[in-house]
């Protein structure tokens, strides 16, 4: 409406904010900008009165006509709303989705923006299919005054240790933001994960088992558990349907074990969950603090729902051979694919099924153990040609470095890849012979 004001409260509508995997910055037509920080002297009192009238005035927002008011997720547009109240105006209005529903949503004449890469419409409607499917929620929380809390709500997959340590120093961990160290693994390598979190760990943060969030009565490793059992687990760690979960692990590769927690909480449900880029090797590397000490959190309430088609079976892929539907990707080494390399576990050789794809997990990361960058993880794929519009499962050992694969497709705007939960552990059980490729001494007889 001609007479209604859109005011931006951005810190400038073309500044790359942080926002949710897939919106781009820019404005919605006819917006003004007035940055919240500009309500603000540098101390962080508010202006006076006078003050903010001449801003309102430089800024042509005539207060005797209506306002709504605008941001990234409707947090900082309440600047706008105290300020216009304490001149007088106390009837202003918010845009509650804000910029991160009208990138979704609106058509692309109506977004403006001085940026030259903005997305393709194609990518924009991926943003809005993640957003009706949880993997970000752009809502508005209640006390709508920390910035770091409209980061934690706008779950991007990977946030980096200084957001984390700025989450942690601005007092935030709780029930709104819960830390897991999601450490894990195999006997050979003779560490054990739990007494490493008694000894250190990051402040604030719980210890997540994946062994014990597992189906006992499985034969095989960390099965997935029940929606009960998983559940009842992160209920226990202070974790309800509102907490934004950030998991990291001890790794020296960086990232090891976490993208599996990661894609566990998405399975059950829960899109509010973020892996720590480079995990404690960087948090480390950076300087941040670690601590011994450890206070339980309170139980909550969670109810998990499982989307049970992200769950592949030996069946599943044994029917895949066959009809060659879906591309496949082994994340283990390419000399365990290959049966040139021993498998970590004794009753198993090494060895892959017919028509996988070798995408070794530690190929994701770089040399400092964080994610590659979009451009890095595109090229890794299509050397692998491995189509990213095309259905995706991944396997490797027993479900957890498959994850990995998981993570880069959704970080490439592909969220919906598949993982079989036995992996090679089950397969190399199961399968008859000629199902077993190997290029060593470990073909089975």
């Not at 007479?3 to 810190?11: A, I, V």
């Not at 450890?294 to 079976?313: D, G, I, L, Q």
């Not at 595109?378 to 189509?387: H, P, Q, T």
Request: with cysteine; hydrophobic share 40%.
């Amino acid at each position: 409406s001609s007479h209604l004001h859109k005011l931006c409260c951005s810190m400038k509508a073309h500044l790359l904010c942080p926002r949710p995997t897939g919106v781009e910055p820019g404005h919605i037509p006819g917006s003004k900008c007035m940055p919240f920080f500009k309500f603000l002297h540098d101390d962080g009192m508010m202006l006076s009165m006078d003050e903010l009238k001449k801003f309102f005035e430089k800024s042509q927002v005539d207060l005797s006509k209506p306002i709504c008011r605008s941001c990234g997720s409707g947090v900082t547009a309440c600047h706008m709303v105290l300020a216009a109240h304490l001149c007088g105006a106390p009837g202003a209005s918010v845009y509650d989705g804000s910029w991160y529903e009208w990138f979704t949503k609106a058509p692309l004449e109506h977004i403006v923006t001085e940026v030259s890469n903005i997305r393709t419409c194609t990518v924009r409607v991926y943003a809005a299919h993640a957003l009706a499917h949880g993997t970000y929620v752009p809502l508005a929380l209640g006390a709508r005054t920390s910035l770091l809390l409209v980061m934690a709500a706008q779950t991007r997959a990977l946030v980096s240790a200084q957001w984390l340590a700025d989450a942690i120093r601005a007092n935030l961990v709780g029930p709104r933001l819960r830390i897991l160290d999601a450490s894990w693994y195999l006997p050979q390598t003779k560490r054990d994960a739990r007494a490493e979190f008694a000894q250190r760990h990051v402040p604030g943060s719980s210890f997540f088992d994946i062994d014990e969030c597992s189906d006992k009565s499985s034969g095989l490793d960390h099965m997935l558990p029940t929606c009960s059992h998983f559940s009842q687990y992160v209920g226990q760690l202070g974790i309800g349907e509102d907490t934004h979960v950030v998991v990291y692990d001890t790794s020296d590769f960086g990232s090891y074990s976490a993208p599996r927690v990661w894609w566990m909480f998405r399975l059950f449900g829960h899109g509010s969950v973020s892996v720590l880029d480079g995990g404690m090797r960087n948090w480390l590397t950076d300087g941040h603090p670690v601590t011994s000490e450890y206070s339980e959190p309170e139980r909550r309430e969670f109810r998990a729902t499982m989307n049970r088609a992200w769950v592949k079976s030996y069946e599943d892929v044994l029917e895949n051979i066959r009809t060659g539907q879906v591309q496949i990707v082994d994340a283990r080494s390419a000399g365990r694919f290959r049966g040139t390399e021993p498998e970590p576990r004794e009753d198993t050789l090494p060895g892959h099924f017919p028509g996988a794809i070798n995408m070794p997990f530690s190929s994701f990361m770089d040399a400092s153990g964080k994610e590659l960058a979009p451009e890095g993880l595109s090229k890794l794929f299509r050397d692998a040609g491995v189509n990213l519009e095309k259905p995706i499962w991944a396997t490797c050992g027993s479900g957890v470095t498959a994850c990995h694969v998981a993570l880069a497709a959704h970080l490439l705007g592909h969220p919906g890849v598949c993982v079989y939960n036995g992996s090679w552990s089950e397969w190399f059980k199961r399968a008859s012979p000629e199902h077993i490729i190997s290029e060593g001494e470990g073909r089975k007889v």
